[in-house]
């Protein structure tokens, strides 16, 4: 009888099934030697971080408002991990890989790699970065060339001492993600400089060199559309604050390791990035690029969940054999591989058409499914982070339970998927926003064609099943939403239903097309194996539903 002990990591980019074939089916041979170094660096490095963290104890950011004289300076100790984030992001151009122009329209590519494979090593240090290359999208597409010069090649910088951190500070007490209920005001000095006054809520990249941020100038009216976007740095050029006040950090349920922080802007000087309203529209251009950095982070997350739950399986015994040789768990433990390789499938095509759009080479239907795909990727993978770290507590029994062990940890932090960046229910609602806007007809029309080059392959007999399944939940969703189209509050309703429908159709057609590639290549046959696994789970969470009703199923308000 074997005791349990700590589940081994190998190189985790050697060893990914998943990402292999992937680059093998997508990326240029060239392009794969280029980056095959710095990514099997990374590999190792995430495998190496697993086993230090189970050798030291957690920390968490230190918080010194006061020095031993009594003057105030809002000092942030970070984790050691955090401390060497720059160099990691610098040298393996963790934001810098999305901006340049080597790789073309496969850059966002190669960068979203990169965060796969580093993001559980980082500490969650990729919360900042996704925002800093959020920022610089963002100062891009705004037009501002003073700005752009200026702090464009620091965010995008692969030199650790020129790298800026940028911050997001849009979220305030009040208004959450309803923006336009911000409270921070913009005021003029005597030098005719923009000085805002306010509170924000949660700051997670306050210790970085710049932000973007959302304020009223002084007069304007309410609502939204009167809110202007401002670029601060949070330094001034002796190194004090900028007008910034730290009133503390927030205790959360995970990502421990990430400073989030509440903060008063007491007189920060600020530049406007557009005009002085309008302001939530040059959010816009970041929202792709943040969403698809929580999609990636969220894939990550699975991918070291399965592996670590699959590793312990094989090595810990339980009723006379290994638990792997147990039916119901390996039954358990398949399920959740299925689902995180066709989630992956259906990221990386988000991050490729991410990339195509920037390059301009994007068509008019590429570019109505990224407005598509992109909040429907990051719903369904946020919500299935959480119930495949869930289940790896699970598959752990009370070890699973027991935070020494690092595997609570992962649950914990998985939380923050379906949150940021919109929750599940207010990405379903802009799911709906964008089938207005441009249709769901590009969606079920891509996915189509994705089956019909599958049918048409030499591997199509061994897909028939999948196929008739996916154009059956295909036909399913397109009779649905006609029905719910003339009830708003009904559509409303289900929005999350059709939410998750579409993006599991879309993605397992995608993922059968590239398993009949992958069969016919004679590369890797357990993707269709996977696939028919995900179909067996269900592709369609449509249902009825009375919007007028669903109060009456609730507990009366407490007096």
């Avoid at 985790?12 to 680059?23: A, H, K, N």
């Avoid at 795909?373 to 369904?380: D, E, M, N, Q, R």
Wanted: hydrophobic content about 45%; proline content about 4%; some cysteine.
């Amino acid at each position: 009888m074997s005791h349990p002990r700590a589940p081994e990591l190998d190189n985790q980019y050697r060893s990914d099934r998943v990402l292999q074939t992937w680059l093998h089916q997508h990326l240029p041979v060239d392009m794969r030697q280029a980056i095959e170094a710095d990514l099997d660096a990374l590999g190792a490095h995430a495998a190496q971080a697993w086993h230090e963290a189970r050798s030291r104890t957690p920390q968490k950011p230190v918080l010194t408002q006061w020095d031993a004289w009594g003057e105030r300076i809002d000092r942030i100790e970070s984790t050691p991990v955090w401390q060497n984030g720059a160099v990691m992001a610098a040298r393996y151009g963790l934001v810098a890989a999305g901006h340049e122009l080597q790789f073309g329209e496969f850059a966002r590519c190669d960068q979203f790699l990169r965060v796969y494979l580093h993001h559980i090593a980082s500490e969650f240090h990729t919360c900042p970065l996704a925002m800093t290359d959020g920022a610089a999208t963002a100062l891009k597409a705004s037009g501002n060339h003073e700005l752009i010069e200026r702090a464009l090649p620091r965010l995008t910088a692969r030199e650790a001492d020129r790298l800026w951190l940028s911050g997001q500070w849009m979220t305030e007490r009040i208004g959450g993600s309803d923006v336009g209920n911000s409270e921070t005001e913009a005021r003029r000095d005597e030098q005719g400089q923009w000085r805002l006054y306010g509170r924000k809520w949660f700051t997670s990249a306050v210790i970085g060199e710049m932000a973007l941020t959302l304020a009223r100038p002084q007069g304007a009216a309410e609502g939204a559309d009167a809110l202007a976007m401002f670029q601060l740095e949070t330094r001034d050029a002796e190194g004090r604050w900028n007008g910034i006040r730290i009133d503390r950090l927030k205790d959360k349920l995970g990502t421990h390791e990430l400073p989030t922080a509440e903060i008063h802007l007491d007189g920060a000087l600020a530049t406007p990035v557009g005009g002085l309203d309008h302001g939530v529209r040059l959010i816009a251009p970041m929202l792709n690029v943040t969403r698809t950095w929580n999609a990636v982070c969220a894939l990550a997350t699975m991918r070291r969940c399965i592996v670590l739950a699959t590793a312990y399986a094989r090595q810990r015994e339980a009723f006379g054999r290994p638990l792997i040789e147990h039916p119901l768990h390996v039954a358990t433990l398949a399920d959740m591989q299925a689902e995180f390789e066709v989630a992956f499938q259906l990221v990386m095509q988000v991050a490729h058409l991410l990339g195509r759009s920037e390059r301009g080479l994007a068509s008019q239907r590429d570019a109505a499914l990224l407005r598509l795909l992109t909040p429907l990727a990051k719903l369904w993978t946020g919500k299935l982070a959480v119930r495949i770290a869930s289940e790896t507590c699970e598959a752990f029994g009370g070890a699973g339970y027991i935070e020494n062990t690092g595997i609570p940890q992962l649950l914990r932090d998985a939380q923050v998927y379906p949150i940021w960046e919109g929750t599940t229910n207010v990405l379903s609602l802009d799911a709906l926003r964008a089938i207005s806007s441009v249709g769901f007809e590009p969606l079920l029309e891509a996915a189509a064609a994705l089956l019909d080059e599958a049918d048409a392959s030499d591997a199509a007999a061994r897909m028939e099943w999948p196929l008739r399944e996916i154009r059956a939940a295909l036909v399913t969703i397109r009779e649905w939403l006609p029905r719910q189209a003339a009830n708003k509050e009904a559509m409303q309703a289900g929005a999350r239903g059709l939410a998750m429908s579409l993006a599991r159709t879309f993605a397992a057609a995608l993922a059968c097309r590239n398993a009949t590639r992958a069969v016919a290549g004679r590369i890797d046959a357990r993707a269709a194996q996977s696939l028919t696994r995900f179909i067996a789970l269900g592709l369609t969470e449509l249902r009825p539903f009375d919007p007028s009703r669903a109060i009456d199923l609730l507990e009366p308000a407490s007096r």
